[in-house]
């Protein structure tokens, strides 16, 4: 499986951006896909979660009302939409999938996914 993340960008503070991940090869295996966001020197933050079986959406605490996960219909594809973003919204998001069935306890932990894109940049302006 590969993943391919698009849309980043600059934007002013209270602006919005839409991230775009598309899957390719063998998707019918994606049970779970999400997106993390790793600052200039932090750590990779899960942002949200996706997963196809229920169709469930979790958020990081940090991105709640703010941030909307979505799915495409008919393919694996997934969306960021990103409204009301803050400097420290500044990141590359990273757009990440995997054969498990995650429970909810484990969607945060980048470790649990198997299939990465290549990062795409947002950064947002004061």
């Known amino acids: 499986v590969q993943l391919q993340a698009s849309g980043g960008g600059l934007v002013q503070a209270g602006g919005s951006l839409r991230l775009s991940c598309a899957a390719s090869g063998r998707t019918s295996s994606v049970y779970v896909m999400g997106w993390f966001r790793q600052a200039p020197g932090k750590e990779r933050e899960f942002v949200a979660a996706f997963r196809w079986s229920g169709n469930s959406r979790h958020y990081a605490d940090s991105v709640k009302g703010r941030f909307t996960i979505s799915r495409a219909n008919g393919e694996k594809a997934l969306y960021l939409q990103m409204n009301s973003l803050k400097p420290e919204d500044t990141a590359v998001y990273y757009c990440?999938?995997?054969?498990?069935?995650?429970?909810?306890?484990?969607?945060?932990?980048?470790?649990?996914?198997?299939?990465w894109g290549q990062g795409t940049l947002v950064t947002v302006s004061s």
């Open positions: 990440a999938g995997t054969q498990s069935r995650l429970i909810v306890s484990t969607l945060f932990l980048s470790a649990a996914y198997d299939y």
